[in-house]
């Protein structure tokens, strides 16, 4: 559809509009939240990670199936195999979904040539837990996109978006989209379902996928980084091409087993990397516990400085004591539909002023604002919610909790219902980190669990007492069967693996043997395939 003259202007307005939003968010990038002076321009720290695409999803149901992987992310737009007008880009907290959008948009902005942005002429990119009870699409565009462009209407709005010949539409975060569960056929839903936009391409972010696809969604998962990740992260971000200092990073990585493997999470791995650089004595940690333990203290480490000595203790027993946050994150957590974000009022209200504050300022909660479900035609209202920093940090705190409950509680079923640990790793590993005697009734908690014998595995792992203290559950664990196969997590590969080594170390593990193309180990008449 051709626009006449005054449409094609404000056309240019849309695009123009577009363009400053984006920027704000991709030049705003903070790889440590608690220096909020050091910010990065999308583009000089993304790196690319793995990505994995299911090529036959007609015959790979649910979130199983048979994945190839790519060469690039760009392999998901350009690559023949996988032309669609939808797509499902999954991957866990901290693998870097929005980062990825980020820098699509970036692309898109900067007419990066090599981009599968380069020849769209409108890209729309709307982060879906800011949304609120908003159920249009053009709604949201001119909330959240164009909140400054008053010169484009959003009738106008609708005429130039349905001339363009390509429009490419990014909802990121459809795990935290406030309308994720209800029944109400929105803008969103439509899209995903292709009742809406059919000819437009549209990419959704996400942890899980939709309860409902078109058997034409192609679905694509980020895996993390390796070694040629960390490299070039290091090398961009964090100390350009100092050779020396390059090596000095990953010899500390690599001297911290546990966090070697949890680095494939980009969100940690970042951190890890510029703390590692920052700071001349770094220790060895034995756990992800003892990690975030470890950065957490940085947080109130760089506030401290801010204050030289006059709060110096204040702060620090304000480290000590957050109960009430505590409370909040498990609340969050532990509920059929998690809370992820709250009422800033509510919120303040609850953990008192000065300590809202303090994390505000630290980097622990952020604030963002969503559309008001007060909100009446054309006055759109906003309303000032908070969330954590990452959802990690929502799990490290609600492992506090937690530990408490689990304590005093004899039967943990119940109490426990809603919290799924294959979607909540890290609040279970936390827990089991942050105290040995709460560990081991999650523990066994976990090995009634249909799988949860493995994921046990993690969080014995996690214990903080002497191996003595955990003996009983390696030998628990140890005396069946236990496959160390190619489709599980690196993670989970190199848990086993020290358990074995725990095993070996104690004289539990008592033979190894090559059996039918698999390592066979006999433990207490028992054997382990790897």
Partial sequence: MELNPDLQEKKQFLIDGLKKTYKSQYDAIQPLPYIKDRLYCVDKVFVEGGVDVCLAPELTPGTRGSWERLESYKSIYTDFRLKSKRRILQGEPGYGKSTLTLQLAYDWCNDVSNSPMNNVEIL????L?????????????????????????????????????????????????????????????????????????????????????????????????????????????VVANNDEAVEEIKRRLYENSILADLCQVPLIFVMFAHMAHDQREFMKF??????????????????????????????????????????????GLNKKNQQLSWIKTGFCQRVGPELYDQYISIGILVEEDVVSDDSIGNNVLFTTMVRFYHKLFCEWYAAYHLVTLVKNAHDLSDMLRFLDPFDLQYLFRFACGLDPNAGKKLINHLKRLPGGDKFAILCILEQTGDVNDIMDSVKELCSHRVQIQKVYSALLQRSTTQLLEIASKHNILKVLVWFQHSWCIVVDNCDILG
């Avoid at 729309?124 to 982060?127: A, D, E, G, W």
């Avoid at 009738?155 to 909802?171: A, F, G």
């Fill in 124 to 127: 729309i990119l709307l982060r």
């Fill in 286 to 331: 034995k756990s992800v516990t003892e990690f975030f333990k470890h950065m957490i203290r940085c947080f109130y480490d760089h506030l401290k400085q801010k204050f030289k000595d006059n709060r110096s203790n204040e702060l620090y027993l304000h480290e000590m004591e957050h109960h009430e946050l505590d409370k909040i994150a498990f609340e």
């Fill in 129 to 237: 837990r800011q949304l609120g009870s908003v159920k249009s699409l053009y709604r949201a565009i001119k909330s959240f996109l164009l909140f400054h462009e008053l010169r484009v209407s959003k009738h106008e709005l609708e005429k130039i978006i349905h001339s363009c010949s390509s429009v490419h539409i990014i909802l990121d975060g459809y795990d935290e989209y406030p309308g994720r569960d209800s029944n109400d056929n929105d803008d969103v839903h439509k899209i995903i379902k292709m009742e809406l936009f059919a000819d437009f391409d549209v990419s959704l972010t996400t942890r899980y996928l939709p309860g409902y696809l078109r058997k034409e969604t192609m679905r694509a998962k980020l895996t993390g980084f390796d070694d040629k990740a960390w490299n070039e992260y290091i090398r961009k971000a």
